[in-house]
Each structure stands twice: as structure tokens, then as C-alpha cells.
């Protein structure tokens, strides 16, 4: 009777959970299916002793119980002290009893403050496995990645890390409107519900602190880049207090962006000039005004002098002025300034992908301390593929903070699955070759290449309000990647995948390892059937969403299509080589030299860096034509296997979230056919080719996909 | 060691599920804390046959299973076929055995289309439940009224139940816009991802599909009624489809407002005159073309020459010439126009509460058989209280439907705890004597009065994409309320309290008696610390968040609050008399004659009618200053004590909710205290006199009131 009563409980977790599940990330916890593993958990872990009283350590209490709630049906008995063996002791050093730390004294040494130690030790003889760390927000993080280990079914037998994040501000970036609309925002709207802030905390604003801490993220900037100065006044201090406040014991700083101009809009002063004693002296109040409400404000994110933004340019003021200016109404509370090196001028005729490099590169040496200039992956825009930005390691007096985009603008928005860690990773691993061979971009992040104290890393998140978070459940796994290699730039991609598939889905191989492999080709097929060979920017206007290379007609050159493939009769591509704007200067000379010369450049970048007949021989002995059109069909074919393989996952994971992705998948390769064609046909026009064997006949007219309209895609700030 | 596992799986349940009581609304299915009422469950269901394979019967049944595996633990064995006895028989008439169907023929005469029979029965001496109806659609209603009776741990043994909605359509309108935000929406964005449709389904689509089978709902308007006319574009009526294939099973039809300029934004014409031949056929082509899709497409939605919103009028027609001309269109295909009444002119000086009346009422007679005058419940704007419109009782050849706002744009948007269906009830059971004592609003509505064919209620949705459905967990009981009443206007909303509390939270008395008694306080307090004694429209301007009562700046006359109250040193309140507008001429005489006559208008509508003194004495001998201060006073008194009544309910409930709802609780105290001060400091400006004892100080000054601005109050269209 009671195991009757036991199977039909079974089926009542399974309905009311089905629905939920997409909700709770990677952090499922799902019953540890393998018994080896089960029992050799329950047998190492019989007891746990949670040193310390903080609200930190209550957080770290409660995600052990429910990890192990979830995982192995029980939870161990949880007391203030160790008694016995086959505990796990869970405390900061200051926690610890002298006797553990002497045991643990050297991995202490080790790691830095945000990093944890994870030993099993032998104490009097007993066993006993220890999580600590120098504070309880360290000891928060060695909690999460001690869950993960039975998420993954790890053995916990001879538990041996020590491990410390590698830069120091893991951020998002929210580009979060204060009414609720999400810049480049595909998965709802915005968390933040300032309407009933500060008194009521919605449930997401913990769960979102939760998820971030899990993965080590702390910090994060609530409010768009562009930004609206009202953020800053009482009335809304008062609320970013309040999420302040929740966030805290996550280890989970807030950071606001700064509208240049708000002086003048809320502070009502005339001018906004950065070297204004009024000016100055509004700021280092403000300031001060936010840090007696929010004493660890982690400090602003400025985009000044960018896409209309104000700036210190508006007063014959530099970057540097504007910058420091801030620098210093922060600095007596430790805080930060991050200042944005997207810039790109309307008065500037130059190649835009080197203009950022052109104003900031000079500026070496001149910010205050507490700055850091944030620079995007690549020097355009986030695109499916991008060399890297070549200010990575030619600022070496300047601490650089990457600026990846984990929301996916250029990539399909939340309807394509594109594991992005694969392009960070890419990113992260290119040699700028600025202080020799092996002078990575990572190095450059982790600030190892040129000694940099403060170092970071910033994601334009992916979250809404969607149940789901990020629309796309595989999108989860992005922000999930970011965070892992926020932490430790030098993680493999293909490690991450198969970390947060176990943790997401299941531990099962069959649905491992062929759902890993199309994670791991995503990036390339999105990059296949939109952008091969180098192109970039050559999606539809303002909203970004589908094909439009045939856009000409904005009033800025370099908003159009046109102005980044120049396709003609002659061929396609942007000449970036000596010949053409020279940008490849921008780069070290054994950089420069290999995207220089047409027959080292690698073929992925081809384009970027050199415009090319349509019959140039590409390697495999296609010419450029077949090779480009063979590279878009492939990249529908890559859709379509992602297709065949998630199709045989049923029988691993719910029916939920395996029907949600199925429907995503389709969406995906109905619209990589669409950029496939449309763009074939747009550039049919110019190689006056037919399309070569294999490439499948398009659909459509080309008039047919230059009239699609899109009033209402989303994200369009 | 089983039982040992069956705790720690308890465990497992209350921690997955904790975040998620929320999304499941009044669908709980909590388990069944009465044993005797379990066991009379358990030995009364043993088994269940389910007759039939439609759509809709699959859904049935999993409904059942999920309720019984939730509420019972077990799921009884389920068949196609009857065996044994104690089965509960689920099927239409048609499905039936000949041996049933005789044994129920009374009770299915009894019965329209859509209503439902549930009735233990002897057959061959063997005790059996059945439930039937004549469709499929018919018997899922009884399914979930059924598991109502579960949910409510109402006794099963001798259900002799047969019960009929007594309205045709009862409908949602969906204020929301194609970029999701929603007008008047105060619970995150519309759930209508148009982006992701047609394709991807959303799980909310069928979840919300279910919550409204599950009250009797039978159908959405998808779109805002300030309408975009690309919504019948192909590319929008593509995604229109598949929500209506997701809703189809379920008994809910799909409809959309039509913007009467339509023709000319997407269809090229030059005019959108509803007598131009060209216009009539593409009305007529594009309602085939709608039909081609959705054959069950139930019809138009329309907004017309109000606000701002185009019309007949634009082309020297009248309502009656717009609404036949689209009647036409669709009724080749079965659809209805429903035609808003809520029309008021800035050409027109008259009193704004008349100019409905004025407009329409010398239409009744002149509309097509398939156009619905849609009416809102009173002559303003869906104010905390307003007497019934005077168009009720007077069209007696027009079938008029009621237009309930559940979204609570003047009511403390979804931060104040208001129980609507005991607003909603106050309408229903007004007297109008157009035909005589006991002309109810309700029969009015439900055809009886004048015997109608068609009939109808539509509800002003408060649905969002917020996790918990509308923003508020109480405002789910205004969605649940507004199905219940939309089935049976004649329903009494503590009936409805009580259902709604047992299914949503818990059938234990300690909890019901208390909170059921604070939902039914909730709209008197409302009123008090809002608009009491019939004050109305002196809410803050756009977004109408917050008191406003000074604004008298506005463009329109009618858009003033001073319009509406008209405080001066005399006195207080919008004279509706003979003596003034003669607004009450447009109620039938005995009505006419109580409102006109200040000692028999009712005080709750006191200034709604009457211009008074600030000496007048009220029925308990109070002057009108005193008696409006108290009425403040008592509105913040009674919120306290919803405040104490909840805090005592820890215990009951899950904490999550019980949180929520007291953060909830104490902005709306703090909002109710907002609108006393702010009221009473603008109003003791003309009255001169202090406030009364008993009436707390003002914690600001009206200047501070005044100042207030909420640039992104959310749901201002």
C-alpha cells in the first residue's frame, strides 16, 4: 500500500513540476538516476555542519538541503558543529576550527578572497570533505560548485580544488528600459518591476540573484546604456536600494548606468561639462547620495558620445575628461567607472571598424585608476563572427573589461540555439601578439599581460521575464557560459556544454553526447547561414531580425548593408588590407601581416579583411562564389541535423521542454533558409552566377524578402 | 525505509514546487486534507470511463488524472468502457449508452448547448457518477465543475447537478498591443508573443486556455480596442490561427477588433465609409479570408469614433451604418460585431455621463440580428463605484453586453487587494424598472428581460505575462469571479469568494471564514479611501495612478477631475439632477425619481447626483466635510485590518504567497493613506473646516502631493 501510495506520488511531482522545470535553469537537481554514485554520496555525506550565521551562509544551508533534497531524496542532518565523520563542513576560515585551517593552510594560500577551497580531508583520522573560503560569499560559490559536482554525478571521494575567479567584476549588463522594454531584449521583458518597487520583492529577483551566484557573477548593472537619467533621483534610488538589498548576500553588486547629461535633465544645471566645478561637485553628491543608501555600489557604466548618446564631446571634452571626472565622485567609496569604447562618429569618414581603436587607443595611461574602458568582442558590432577588437592588449596602462553579448541580436534572437561560448571562446583564445606569441585576448581580460589590478567581464544579458528566462532554453546555457568563463577565461566551451546539459537535462550519455555535438557546431552553422567567409552586418535595418543585405538607403553610411560587403561585379568584401583602409595597422605586426596577406588570412575572416573577385580560389579549389553559396547551404544543413538529433532526444528529458526546443529548431531552419536565399539572391545580382551544385533552389523571389516588414520585432530600443 | 522515502519525496515536492502555487491559479488541486472526504472520494471513484476521442475529451481526461493524482494520490483505473460500479462516466450524450441516456433524458432537456449534467445514478443497481452534456465541449465544463466540488471537499454521494450558462458569450477583451504591451495592464506584458508565432507555442497559451474552460470563458479578443489594423494582415492572421487552434479544444473562440480605417492603412482604399461599395466588399473579402483560416473565428471587437479612434462618423455615418456594414461581413460566417457604447464627444458640452445615452439609445431597433451593443457597467469609466448605465433596461431590441474591467486601472492597479465580483454583483442586481420592479441589470444582460438571442459579458482582461498570472495572487479571483459571473450573473460573490479561496490556497475554516470576510470588505474599502460617497474620475492624469482631484488643465473639459467633482465654498459634487444635467431622465422614472430626490438617493452615489453643501447632514447626522473625512479615514482603518486579518494566515498557506500578499498589503496601505491626505488637504481648501476627530494628520503636505510624477506607470496606452 505505501509503495502503491509512493508511485502515485511520483506522478503527482510529475505533473505539477512539468511545467516548471524551464524555470529552474541549470539548477534542477534532478534525482541522481546513477545508484554508484548515489550511494557513494549518501556515504560520504551523512552529516552537515554550516559554520556561521550570516544571511550568506543561511543561502548556502538552503541550497545544500535543497540540492540534496532533490538529488538524493534526504537530507543529511544539519548541525552548527562536526560530530562524528563523513561530514561536510561548510564555513568561511574565520569559521573554521584552528585545527581544519591548519590542514587547509596552504590551499588557503592559494586562492584569492572570492575563492573557495573544496577538500576531503582526514581530520583525527575521520573524513570529513570541507567547502571554505576567506569570506561566506567564497564559501556561497564552493557550495554551488560542490552541488554541481553531484550534478554532473562526480565522485566526491578525494575532493581536491582550489579554485579562484581570474578577474574581478563578473557583470551584466542589463540594457533594461524604466518602463519594462529591453533593448535588444528577446525573452520578455525587463525583471525589474519598478512600479512596485521598493516594497514588494518579486520571487524572480531572488531566483535571479541565485542563478548569478551559482555561477560566480557579481554584479550587475540594472539600467540600459542608453540611458535615462531618472534613475538617478530619490524616487528611484529608493528602488535599486531595494533590489541592492536582495542581491547583497548573493554577493551580487548593482551598478547603474550614468547619463552624461543628467546634471543638467535632474540637477538642473545648465551644462553637463565634465571640468564645470558645479558639474563635478553634482556628480561627487550624487554619488554620495547613492553610496549613503547603497554602501557597496559597484559604480557606472557610461556610453557617452556613442549613437546619439551625450557626452563629455558636447563640451570639447574627451573620453578621458568624462571618464575620470566620474572616476573621482566614486572613488572615496571604491567604486568603479566603466566607460564604453563603442564609439563610432557621424563626422567620420573613416573605416568605422577602426574608429574606436583611432579615439581610445591614444587615451593609454591618462584614466584614473578606477576606470576600466569596456570594449566589444569584435570592432563592429557583435556579429555572428568578428576578429577580435584590436584594442585587446594595445592598451597595456588601461584595464580592459570585455563586453560580450549574450543576448543574441545578430544571432537569431531567442529562436535560434547558438551556444555562444564557443564564439567567446574563439574571442578569448585569439593571439593579439602585443607582448609577444601567446599574448591572448584572456590574458589580456585577466589582466595577466600587462599586470592589470582591475579586471572584468561584462555580458549584455539575455533575461526577461519569459518563464523560461531567455527564451530559447538553450539560451540558458549562455548565460550560464558567460558566467563560467567570466570566472575563469581559459574554460574549454565543449566543458561548459556538457556541465550545464547534465545540470539542465540529464547525466544520460545518449542524450549527452549528441546534443553536446550540436551545441558545440551551432556557433559555426549560424555564422554558415548568415554571415560565412567574413561577412558582417548585412541584417535587416533597426531591429536587426533576417537578411538585409540590400539596405542602402540610412542616413549614416556605415548603418548600411551595403557599406560592409560592397558587393559589385567585380566581387565581394571589405578591403581592410594595406590596399584598403588599412585597419589591419591596428593590430601587432604578426596580427597585422597574417590578416594583411590574402593567403594567410584565415578564410572565416576573409572577407572582413579583403574584398575579392567572385572567382578567387578559395583553399578547397571553390571559387569564391560556390564556396560562399555552398557555405550557406551548409549551414542549413547543419540546422537540419541539430533537427534530426534533438528528434531522437524524447525519451530522455520532459516533454516540455523537448517540444519547446523542437518548435524553436524549426523556427531556426525555416529562417536559415530565408538568409540563405535572400542573401544569395541579393548577391546573385552582382556575380551573375548560377548557384553551384547542392545549394538548394530558394523558395522565394529576392523582391518577395526585400518586401518583409517587421514593425514589431522586439528589442528595437 | 518506504515510509522513510515517502517523507523525504514530500520534502522533494514542497521545495520544487514552492515558486510555482502562484502560476497555478485556482487550480491547485491541492490534496485532500478531510479523510472522510477523501475516503468518500476514493470509494465513490474507483474507476472512470471516459466515452469519446476528441481533442476535447483527451483534455478531459488528463484533467481528471491530474486532479486526482494531485488531490487524491492515486488516479483510478481509467477505461473506455463502463465496468463494475462506483465509475465516474464521462462522455457527451451522444457517447452514451441508450440505458444512461434514458436515465438522464430529464435532466438533458433541462440543459442548453453548453451546459452540463453531473449526476449519481443507479445503473443495474450499480451506483455510478456520470458526466454528460450535449458536445464535448459541454462535458469538459462538468469535468472541471466536478473537481471543483473535489477541490472544495464537497461531498460526491448524491451529485444531482444540471447546470446551463446563461449567457452565449462570455469573453475576455485583451486591451493588448502588438508590441506587447498591454493598455491598462498592470501585470507584466501581453502573453501573445507575436514574434515567436505562429510556430512556437507557448505552454501559457494552453495554460491560459485551460484556466478559462475551467470558469466557463468562451472566448478572447486577442487585441487592444484602440486597435492597429495589420492584426488582419496575413502575416498577423498566420499567428491569429494558431492561437485559435490551441484555444478550439478548449470551447474558446477567437475574436479581434477591427480598426475601422483598416481599408485605407492595409488595404489601399481611399476611404473606410462604411456605405462605399468598395469598403463593404473588402470587409466582406477579408472576413472570408479570416474564415478561411478560423472557421470558427467569432467576430469583431470595435472601438468607433471615441477617443480618438476612427468611425463611421469620420464619413458622415452614424454607429448603426458602421456596425451593420461589418454585421454583414461576417455574418455569412456565423460572427457577431460587438459594437462599444462607450462613446463621448469633445464637440458635445453636455454632462460626459449622458452622451452614451444620448447616442445610442435612439439606435435600439436599427442594428443587424448579429451586432451586441457592448456597454460598461456604469457611464464614466469603470470607477471604483458608479451607478449602472442608464443604456441597461432601455434598448429592449438591441441584445446589450455588459463591459466589466477586471484590470483595476482605477483600483490600485495589481498592488491593491480588491475583490471585484462583489463590484460586479452591485451592477447586476440593479433595479433599472424599464420593465417594471425587478428589471435587473442581470436580466438585462441575460436576455430574460427582453428575450434576446443573443447575450453577453465581457471582461477587460488583468491577464500579463507576470508569473502569477495578474500581478496581484487576489486579482486571480477577479479573473475566476468575472468566468463565474459571466456563466451566472445571478451568483452571489461570497459564494464565489469562498469557491475561489478553497481551490486557490485551502479549505481549512480558520483560514476561509477571515479572508473570505476581508475580500468581501475589500471594494467598500476601496471606495472609502478612493471616491467614497460617489465621487468619481478624481484619479491622476494618463496613467491614473494615484489621486488627482486638482488637475484641471487637461485639453477636453471631461478629462478634469475638477469636471467631476466640482468642489468650491459651497460645497462638493456633480449636480445630475433635474436642477443640473438631468442625467437621471435617462433612467427609467422610478429610478429616476430615487436619484433625482436627494433624500432617497443613495449615499454611496450621494455626488455622483447631487452638488452639496459642505454642511449637508448625512443619514447619521454627520456634515458632508465630516462624513467624506471619516469615509477616507475608514477606507486606510479597513485596510488595516485586511492587514491584521492576513498576518494571521501564516500558517495556512505557503509562505511565498502569504509574502507576497502582505508586501502587497502594505503598499496598498500605504496608497490608501496617499489618497486620503492628498484628497483631503485638496478638498479642506474649499471646505475651509478642519478635520474631524478620527481622522489621522496628513504625513505630507498637498504641495508634496501634487508634485508626485510617474513618468513610467505602467499600462498607459
Known amino acids: 500500500m505505501t509503495s502503491?501510495?509512493?508511485?502515485?506520488?511520483?506522478?503527482?511531482?510529475?505533473?505539477?513540476?512539468?511545467?516548471?522545470?524551464d524555470y529552474k535553469l541549470w539548477l534542477q537537481y534532478n534525482t541522481v538516476a546513477d545508484s554508484t554514485a548515489a550511494s557513494e554520496y549518501k556515504n560520504n555525506l551523512k552529516g552537515i555542519a554550516v559554520l556561521g550565521n550570516s544571511e550568506t551562509i543561511k543561502i548556502a544551508e538552503k541550497e545544500l538541503k535543497t540540492g540534496f533534497a532533490d538529488m538524493l531524496g534526504s537530507i543529511p542532518e544539519i548541525r552548527k558543529d562536526v560530530k562524528g565523520e563523513n561530514n561536510l563542513i561548510v564555513g568561511s576560515q574565520m569559521n573554521l576550527s584552528s585545527e581544519i585551517k591548519t590542514e587547509l593552510q596552504a590551499d588557503l594560500n592559494k586562492i584569492n578572497t572570492e575563492g573557495f577551497v573544496i577538500k576531503a580531508i582526514l581530520l583525527k583520522n575521520k573524513k570529513q570533505i570541507v567547502i571554505t573560503g576567506k569570506n561566506d560569499i567564497a564559501v556561497l560559490y564552493g557550495v554551488f560548485h560542490f552541488l554541481r559536482i553531484l550534478q554532473t554525478?562526480?565522485?566526491?571521494?578525494?575532493?581536491?580544488?582550489?579554485?579562484?575567479?581570474?578577474?574581478?567584476?563578473?557583470?551584466?549588463?542589463?540594457?533594461?528600459?524604466?518602463?519594462?522594454?529591453?533593448?535588444?531584449?528577446?525573452?520578455?521583458?525587463?525583471?525589474?518591476?519598478?512600479?512596485?518597487?521598493?516594497?514588494?520583492?518579486?520571487?524572480?529577483?531572488?531566483?535571479y540573484a541565485r542563478a548569478n551566484a551559482s555561477i560566480g557573477i557579481n554584479g550587475t548593472v540594472l539600467t540600459n546604456v542608453n540611458a535615462n537619467a531618472l534613475i538617478l533621483t530619490p524616487q528611484y534610488l529608493e528602488k535599486v536600494e531595494a533590489l541592492a538589498n536582495v542581491f547583497r548576500p548573493y554577493g551580487i553588486k548593482v551598478y547603474l548606468t550614468a547619463r552624461f547629461s543628467a546634471p543638467i535633465e535632474i540637477g538642473n544645471l545648465k551644462t553637463a561639462d565634465p571640468k564645470d566645478p558645479e558639474v563635478i561637485n553634482w556628480w561627487k553628491n550624487k554619488s554620495a547620495e547613492i553610496y549613503k543608501r547603497i554602501p557597496d555600489f559597484g559604480g557606472f557604466l557610461v556610453k557617452a558620445n556613442s549613437e546619439g548618446q551625450p557626452g563629455p564631446q558636447n563640451y570639447g571634452r574627451d573620453h578621458v575628461d568624462g571618464a575620470n571626472m566620474l572616476a573621482d565622485a566614486v572613488a572615496p567609496f571604491g567604486g568603479v567607472i566603466m566607460w564604453r569604447a563603442f564609439v563610432y562618429s557621424e563626422h567620420d569618414a573613416n573605416d568605422r571598424a577602426?574608429?574606436?581603436?583611432?579615439?581610445?587607443?591614444?587615451?593609454?595611461?591618462?584614466?584614473?585608476?578606477?576606470?576600466?574602458?569596456?570594449?566589444?568582442?569584435?570592432?563592429?558590432?557583435?556579429?555572428?563572427?568578428?576578429?577580435?577588437?584590436?584594442?585587446?592588449?594595445a592598451m597595456p596602462k588601461t584595464p580592459l573589461m570585455m563586453e560580450f553579448q549574450i543576448t543574441q541580436e545578430y544571432l537569431g534572437f531567442s529562436a535560434h540555439l547558438v551556444f555562444l561560448p564557443k564564439l567567446f571562446q574563439e574571442v578569448l583564445e585569439s593571439d593579439t601578439f602585443q607582448k609577444g606569441k601567446g599574448s591572448t585576448v584572456a590574458k589580456v581580460v585577466d589582466g595577466t599581460l600587462y599586470k592589470n589590478k582591475l579586471t572584468g567581464t561584462a555580458g549584455v544579458a539575455n533575461i526577461?521575464?519569459?518563464?523560461?528566462?531567455?527564451?530559447?532554453?538553450?539560451?540558458?546555457?549562455?548565460?550560464?557560459?558567460?558566467?563560467?568563463?567570466?570566472?575563469?577565461?581559459?574554460?574549454?566551451?565543449?566543458?561548459?556544454?556538457?556541465?550545464?546539459?547534465?545540470?539542465?537535462?540529464?547525466?544520460?550519455?545518449?542524450f549527452i553526447k549528441p546534443v553536446k555535438n550540436i551545441m558545440i557546431e551551432s556557433r559555426e552553422a549560424v555564422v554558415n547561414y548568415m554571415t560565412p567567409l567574413g561577412l558582417h552586418h548585412i541584417m535587416d535595418t533597426g531591429h536587426h531580425y533576417g537578411p538585409g543585405p540590400w539596405v542602402s538607403n540610412l542616413s549614416r553610411p556605415e548603418w548600411n548593408p551595403t557599406y560592409y560587403h560592397k558587393a559589385d561585379k567585380n566581387g565581394i568584401g571589405f578591403d581592410r588590407s594595406k590596399s584598403g583602409t588599412d585597419a589591419v595597422w591596428q593590430y601587432a605586426p604578426e596580427a597585422a601581416k597574417l590578416f594583411d596577406n590574402v593567403e594567410t588570412c584565415p578564410e572565416k575572416e576573409l572577407l572582413w579583411f579583403h574584398h575579392l573577385s567572385w572567382d578567387y580560389k578559395l583553399k578547397n579549389g571553390q571559387t569564391l562564389w560556390n564556396g560562399l553559396a555552398l557555405k550557406y547551404?551548409?549551414?542549413?544543413?547543419?540546422?537540419?541535423?541539430?533537427?534530426?538529433?534533438?528528434?531522437?532526444?524524447?525519451?530522455?528529458?520532459?516533454?516540455?521542454?523537448?517540444?519547446?526546443?523542437?518548435?524553436?529548431?524549426?523556427?531556426?531552419?525555416?529562417?536559415?533558409?530565408w538568409w540563405r536565399d535572400a542573401c544569395l539572391l541579393y548577391f546573385q545580382q552582382f556575380s551573375g552566377k548560377a548557384l553551384p551544385d547542392g545549394v538548394e533552389k530558394p523558395t522565394q523571389t529576392l523582391e518577395y524578402f526585400k518586401s518583409l516588414k517587421f514593425p514589431f520585432a522586439p528589442g528595437n530600443g
Open 4 to 21: 502503491l501510495r509512493f508511485v502515485f506520488l511520483f506522478l503527482l511531482i510529475s505533473f505539477s513540476t512539468a511545467a516548471q522545470k
Open 153 to 207: 554525478n562526480k565522485s566526491v571521494k578525494d575532493l581536491n580544488i582550489a579554485d579562484s575567479p581570474k578577474t574581478n567584476i563578473r557583470i551584466l549588463n542589463h540594457w533594461d528600459n524604466l518602463d519594462r522594454t529591453v533593448e535588444r531584449g528577446y525573452a520578455g521583458f525587463s525583471l525589474w518591476n519598478w512600479q512596485k518597487l521598493p516594497d514588494f520583492i518579486d520571487q524572480r529577483y531572488i531566483d
Open 354 to 393: 577602426k574608429q574606436a581603436y583611432a579615439e581610445f587607443q591614444p587615451y593609454d595611461g591618462k584614466f584614473k585608476e578606477n576606470v576600466m574602458v569596456q570594449v566589444k568582442n569584435g570592432a563592429i558590432d557583435f556579429q555572428p563572427r568578428e576578429p577580435f577588437h584590436p584594442l585587446f592588449g
Open 464 to 510: 526577461g521575464n519569459d518563464l523560461n528566462w531567455t527564451g530559447h532554453p538553450f539560451a540558458q546555457a549562455n548565460w550560464y557560459g558567460f558566467g563560467r568563463l567570466a570566472w575563469n577565461p581559459y574554460l574549454d566551451s565543449e566543458v561548459i556544454a556538457e556541465e550545464w546539459l547534465r545540470s539542465t537535462f540529464s547525466n544520460n550519455e545518449n
Open 633 to 673: 547551404q551548409q549551414g542549413v544543413d547543419q540546422v537540419r541535423k541539430m533537427q534530426d538529433v534533438w528528434n531522437k532526444t524524447e525519451n530522455y528529458i520532459d516533454s516540455e521542454r523537448f517540444n519547446e526546443v523542437k518548435m524553436l529548431l524549426e523556427i531556426q531552419h525555416k529562417e536559415a533558409k
